[in-house]
Antibody, heavy 118, light 110 residues
């Protein structure tokens, strides 16, 4: 059964860091492009970052460029999002998602809530 | 990258058809056939309905269909059912090798 499970969310002060994890099961994570998408409370979806199957091409939304880093660990079949210099506007549910084409996300995790507040 | 433009809300009665539009620019929707549509029920993760403009993943009913003309993509739901009441989001690849979502449309089944 294809499944993604996020973890690592929580409450963090502005300017601090947090690392999210996304454990994949039922498929090989490194065979797909993988993405992070977030959703602020009561708001719409916002694409955050992706890492292509080749593991080389990595792209970020302008809103997180230079602060967030996406990576993966093949041995653990796990995707990560390192978030530094967090801001209040980064408060959101963060989802990881699997890409089956080109920005077509067929499998999503349950989401993990990140709250940036003093 | 600015969000794609969607109507905030749309409604229809059971059995009717509705169409949700998604307007972008020549840097996203207008230049690429990588438009996707997602359905999201409250408190749940989004679900992929349509990808590459008009392709349905396995398990998605045929009453969900997609199309595109110029800078505007559309999702049509035929034979509306009560369980279709949800938020719907479009997305498109962009010339910057990123993805951009629409603001979302809340569908109410009357």
């Amino acid at each position: 059964q294809v499944q993604l499970v996020e973890s690592g969310g929580g409450v963090v002060q502005p300017g601090r860091s947090l690392r999210l994890s996304c454990a994949a099961s039922g498929f090989t994570l490194s065979s797909h492009g993988m993405h992070w998408v977030r959703q602020a409370p009561g708001k719409g979806l916002e694409w955050v970052a992706d890492i292509w199957a080749d593991g080389i091409k990595i792209y970020y939304a302008d809103s997180v460029e230079g602060r967030f880093t996406i990576s993966r660990d093949k041995s653990r079949n796990t995707l990560y999002l390192q978030m530094n210099s967090l801001r209040a506007e980064d408060t959101a549910v963060y989802y990881c998602a699997r890409d089956i084409s080109y920005y077509a996300f067929d499998c999503w995790g349950q989401g993990t809530l990140v709250t940036v507040s003093s | 990258q600015s969000a794609l433009t969607q109507a905030a809300s749309v409604s229809g009665s059971p059995g009717q058809s509705i169409t949700i539009s998604c307007t972008g620019t020549s840097s996203d929707v207008g230049s690429y056939d990588y438009v996707s549509w997602y359905q999201q029920h409250p408190g749940k993760a989004p679900k992929l309905l349509i990808y590459e403009v008009n392709n349905r993943p396995s398990g998605v009913p045929v009453r969900f269909s997609g199309s595109k003309s110029g800078n505007t993509a559309s999702l049509t739901i035929s034979g509306l059912q009560a369980e279709d009441e949800a938020d719907y989001y479009c997305s498109s690849s962009t010339s910057s090798n990123t993805d951009v979502f629409g603001g979302g449309t809340k569908l109410t089944v009357l």
